[in-house]
């Protein structure tokens, strides 16, 4: 549902004529916007290539074991793979 959202916010239309258009139901459509608010906040969708806000955990590098890498996008997918993966195969799994 959030892919219709941000279809939404590109389309240049009201949301009622959006709706009507697309076939949801305003309180559907009503429900997992205020979701997609609560979760990623006020700003309209990001278009390919846009920087998105990165948060930072504090990492204490003298701890040798090997840690894990996570990265949450927008829609709430969630890729996790360890902190030392070699970049060559990190790089397929992050581009959109």
Same mark, same amino acid.
């Given at each position: 549902? #959030?892919?219709?959202?941000?279809?939404?916010? /590109?389309s240049g239309l009201n949301q009622k004529q959006f709706l009507r258009q697309?076939?949801?139901?305003k309180s559907s459509f009503a #429900?997992?916007?205020?979701?997609y608010l609560g979760e990623f906040?006020?700003? /309209?969708? /990001?278009? /390919?290539?846009?920087?998105? *806000?990165?948060?930072?955990a504090k990492v204490d590098y003298k701890d040798s074991s090997v840690g894990e890498l996570e990265l949450v996008y927008p829609n709430g997918i969630r890729l996790v793979c360890p902190s030392n993966i070699e970049l060559p195969r990190?790089? *397929?799994l992050i581009i959109l």
């Open positions: 549902m #959030y892919a219709l959202i941000h279809q939404w916010e /590109k697309q076939g949801v139901a #429900y997992w916007r205020n979701k906040g006020k700003s /309209k969708s /990001k278009g /390919k290539g846009d920087f998105i *806000p990165v948060n930072i990190l790089k *397929p």
